[in-house]
Nanobody, 114 residues
């Protein structure tokens, strides 16, 4: 199973981006799907997670600005990012738990200029 992320890019502070991540197979039952981010020299951190039961969790730093959603029919997860700040600059990785195994996408770079 592969996860293909897209939607990163360069945006000015206050702008918006939408990330997408699709699993290579639509016939799988995916549990959690979510997004992490990482900057050089720092550990990968959770941004948002969407659980199979419908609940969501967000990092405190993105609450009220980012929204995670998923299309289970397409095994795709989205991250709508609004009011972006320079500190949101990072490589964003999507993740999915399938049959108790954690899969990672290749990462997409988000750069927010001040």
């Amino acid at each position: 199973v592969q996860l293909q992320a897209s939607g990163g890019g360069l945006v000015q502070a206050g702008g918006s981006l939408r990330l997408s991540c699709a699993a290579s197979r639509s016939d799988l039952s995916i549990n959690d799907m979510g997004w992490y981010r990482q900057t050089p020299g720092k550990q990968r951190e959770l941004v948002a997670i969407s659980r199979s039961g419908g609940s969501t969790n967000y990092a405190d730093s993105v609450k009220g600005r980012f929204t995670i959603s998923r299309d289970n029919a397409k095994n795709t997860v989205y991250l709508q990012m609004n009011d972006l700040k320079p500190e949101d600059t990072a490589v964003y990785y999507c993740t999915a738990v399938i049959m108790f195994k954690n899969y990672w996408g290749q990462g997409t770079l988000v750069t927010v200029s001040s």
